[in-house]
């Protein structure tokens, strides 16, 4: 069942945080439906402007109609992650997301307010939600190219007024999260400070985090004992997202680790099997262990058992 981000938020705030799963293709939408349904937890399907165009668009969302059929009990919402206005109002007018995300961080406080607000009231003419951004995370994912020289920390004052003037439904906040598998150096970190500071602002707020990969270091330990050359790659200590949800955060975005995992399988796999050359061998090795990644993920997150629950109020 496809729901809007705002139904999942009102049952999680200040309990537990939503998954929000990057996928590109058809194996990581098994895994995720099925580790999903697994843990009993509800979800969020991001689709980025980079998996729009991987292949087709139309093709992508096929694949989330036909699971939506397959596996009839699983409540998720379908989000566009990091869309700029084109991309956001080709969302809204196709008829088919849930939610999506203006992301005009890059654009001073006043213009991303003016380029936010168009996205805002077309998307609520058409009962669709919206997330938008606040800050400057760092690092590189997809075509979010940011220096950390130029990352900047949200501003609580500047998002309560942000959130009055452009009438979103989310803030993705920048409390020192970055994108990619490369987040940290030194005593680097979450400021829960600031975080605090703009849920006592917006109480009741629904806040995103992005850039939230915990990038495991088993993960990256066997890519590089299969051949790969991670070097240096630090995530967010998944322990932190339970006080993050206590201080409003409903929705945490995850994707590098998901292709941590893909890539893990199919290194280790050919290594091992260099004989072989069938996808589907390594594709059902994969959806499975994106499965148990996506169960053991939700339950950091607090999300997991929550389904029913969830399920009487949006039903």
């Given at each position: 069942?496809?729901?809007?981000?705002?139904?999942?938020?009102?049952?999680?705030?200040?309990?537990?945080?939503?998954?929000?799963?990057?996928?590109?293709?058809?194996?990581?939408?098994?895994?995720?439906?099925?580790?999903?349904?697994?843990?009993?937890?509800?979800?969020?399907?991001?689709?980025?402007?980079?998996?729009?165009?991987?292949?087709?668009?139309?093709?992508?969302?096929?694949?989330?109609?036909?699971?939506?059929?397959?596996?009839?009990?699983?409540?998720?919402?379908?989000?566009?992650?990091?869309?700029?206005?084109?991309?956001?109002?080709?969302?809204?007018?196709?008829?088919?997301?849930?939610?999506?995300?203006?992301?005009?961080?890059?654009?001073?406080?006043?213009?991303?307010?003016?380029?936010?607000?168009?996205?805002?009231?077309?998307?609520?003419?058409?009962?669709?939600?919206?997330?938008?951004?606040?800050?400057?995370?760092?690092?590189?994912?997809?075509?979010?190219?940011?220096?950390?020289?130029?990352?900047?920390?949200?501003?609580?004052?500047?998002?309560?007024?942000?959130?009055?003037?452009?009438?979103?439904?989310?803030?993705?906040?920048?409390?020192?999260?970055?994108?990619?598998?490369?987040k940290f150096a030194g005593s680097q970190g979450l400021h829960f400070n600031v975080l605090a500071d703009i849920q006592k602002n917006l109480p009741g707020f629904?806040?995103?985090?992005?850039?939230?990969?915990?990038?495991?270091?088993?993960?990256?330990?066997?890519?590089?004992?299969?051949?790969?050359?991670?070097?240096?790659?630090?995530?967010?200590?998944?322990?932190?997202?339970?006080?993050?949800?206590?201080?409003?955060?409903?929705?945490?975005?995850?994707?590098?680790?998901?292709?941590?995992?893909?890539?893990?399988?199919?290194?280790?796999?050919?290594?091992?099997?260099?004989?072989?050359?069938?996808?589907r061998p390594p594709g059902k090795i994969f959806m499975a262990e994106y499965a148990k990644f996506i169960a053991d993920k939700n339950v950091k997150l607090?999300?997991?058992?929550?389904?029913?629950?969830?399920?009487?109020?949006?039903?």
């Open positions: 069942m496809i729901v809007t981000t705002k139904k999942l938020f009102e049952a999680a705030y200040g309990k537990y945080a939503i998954g929000a799963y990057n996928i590109n293709n058809l194996e990581q939408a098994m895994g995720l439906f099925r580790g999903n349904l697994d843990s009993q937890a509800p979800f969020i399907i991001q689709i980025s402007r980079g998996a729009r165009s991987y292949t087709d668009k139309l093709m992508l969302e096929g694949l989330i109609r036909s699971a939506n059929e397959v596996f009839p009990e699983a409540i998720f919402a379908v989000h566009l992650d990091h869309g700029d206005e084109e991309t956001a109002m080709d969302c809204i007018n196709s008829g088919f997301y849930s939610s999506v995300m203006i992301d005009a961080s890059h654009a001073p406080f006043d213009e991303n307010i003016a380029i936010t607000k168009r996205v805002v009231d077309a998307a609520h003419a058409k009962g669709i939600v919206v997330e938008a951004e606040l800050g400057q995370l760092g690092g590189v994912e997809e075509d979010i190219s940011v220096d950390e020289a130029d990352a900047k920390l949200t501003n609580p004052d500047e998002a309560k007024e942000f959130v009055e003037r452009t009438g979103c439904d989310s803030l993705a906040c920048a409390i020192g999260t970055s994108h990619g598998a490369f629904p806040l995103v985090m992005h850039g939230s990969s915990s990038v495991p270091q088993e993960e990256v330990k066997r890519i590089n004992d299969a051949g790969g050359k991670l070097l240096g790659a630090k995530g967010v200590d998944a322990d932190q997202f339970k006080r993050a949800a206590e201080l409003g955060v409903t929705k945490i975005n995850i994707d590098t680790d998901g292709r941590l995992v893909w890539t893990r399988v199919h290194r280790e796999f050919f290594r091992d099997k260099p004989e072989q050359f069938d996808l607090g999300s997991a058992g929550q389904l029913e629950e969830v399920r009487k109020l949006v039903g």
